[in-house]
């Protein structure tokens, strides 16, 4: 497949162009012209370009790619080294942020709802990112549920014996949304990471927060398009699993 359809076809499926991110959406750096192979993972990590190097990709795919608001600009050390992978062999990086995090099929959250049976009914938080929904059982059910799914023991602040019929979630570093999500009515918060005042607002409102891990919680999402782009296209498209314990 032509790299600029390629590129062209992701933008509009994911809707790029409609939010306002940390960094750009779509691809941030450009390799050959032919895609034919793509590795797919969480994180564009030096482990990764290896993996696509190993295998001849012509391009990655990822959540978190390079060049985010408020970073040191020069291309010095590791973000030297990482370019020079994808420049030297001429690999080609896409890389969706909140596009990746929103989309109602593909996305993190919507992949990662289904992963648990959580019915999906509604949606929060700036730009329609966090998701609302039913499940069942108490909100230690509900972690001990996330351990089975996500393989990693999550960490649950609050009252674990509260019931829970009315759940939100957010992937990754959401925690800020925890507020929005109490406002929306849900007896329990689901998100990747947890900062210092999460429990406060967890022991002080009633409503208990999980923090399933931020890698844990966004690695369907690129596997979903992945898989999309397989079918649809026919390119070989291969997800690598990098653990990490956040």
């Given amino acids: 497949m032509d790299r600029s359809d390629l590129a062209a076809y992701l933008d509009g499926l994911l809707e790029a162009g409609r939010f306002r991110d940390y960094c750009p959406n779509g691809l941030q750096v450009e390799g050959r012209a032919e895609v034919r192979r793509i590795v797919c993972g969480v994180t564009a990590s030096q482990v990764l370009l290896d993996a696509a190097l190993a295998i001849d990709a012509d391009a990655v795919l990822v959540h978190h790619g390079y060049f985010w608001r408020g970073e040191d600009g020069r291309i ?87 019931p829970v019929k009315r759940i939100a979630w957010c992937s990754g570093g959401a925690q800020g949304y925890f507020e929005q999500a109490i406002a929306a009515g849900a007896d329990v918060y689901v998100s990747g990471e947890i900062s210092e005042q999460t429990v406060h607002l967890a022991n002080e409102s009633g409503v208990p927060y999980i923090a399933a891990g931020h890698h844990a919680s966004e690695r369907y999402g690129v596997q979903a398009v992945g898989a999309h782009l397989a079918e649809r296209f026919g390119i070989e498209c291969r997800y690598v699993e990098l653990d990490n314990p956040v």
């Avoid at 420049?87 to 969706?96: G, H, P, Q």
């Avoid at 959250?109 to 966090?130: K, P, S």
């Fill in 76 to 162: 010095t050390g590791v973000r030297r080294a990482r370019l020079k992978s994808l420049l030297e062999n001429d690999i080609s990086l896409f890389a969706y942020h909140l596009p990746l995090d929103a989309h109602a099929e593909l996305g993190n959250n919507a992949q990662w709802g289904g992963l648990m049976g959580w019915t999906v009914d509604g949606r929060f938080a700036e730009q329609d990112v966090g998701f609302l929904g039913s499940t069942d059982g108490t909100a230690e059910e509900v972690a001990d549920r996330l351990a089975l799914k996500l393989g990693r023991l999550p960490l649950l602040v609050g009252d674990a014996a509260r």
